[in-house]
């Protein structure tokens, strides 16, 4: 029981952890010609990988989408229809009124706004 629960297990978390970055940040992809342009890909993506866990951590932490995989995040919240005003002084981004996630949207907003700035 030991081996399952301390190793086995660990591993197959991890291997979901990959599957899930291949799958749904497109990881997999290295289609180009030269090792720098699929090295840049892998790059990029696995940035994302880490912003979308820093957003599950501290946006969506003790709500329905905590343990949410990337893809879900990413169909739930990134690809949303918005309409954004641009003026001098602020941002504007008005989702759908019949958004279903609008409520966790607003809590991880105000707990992203919350964190300190360490610059």
Known sequence: MHLYTKQYCPRGEMENRIKEQQLDLFADRTSTQT???NQLRLWLSSMAYVLMQAFRY???KKTSLSKATVGTIRLNFLKLGARITVSVRRIVIAISS???YQEILAIA???IQAIPNTS
């Open 109 to 111: 907003h105000s707990r």
């Open 98 to 100: 019949s958004c279903p």
């Open 35 to 37: 090792f720098q342009s």
């Open 58 to 60: 501290h946006g969506l």
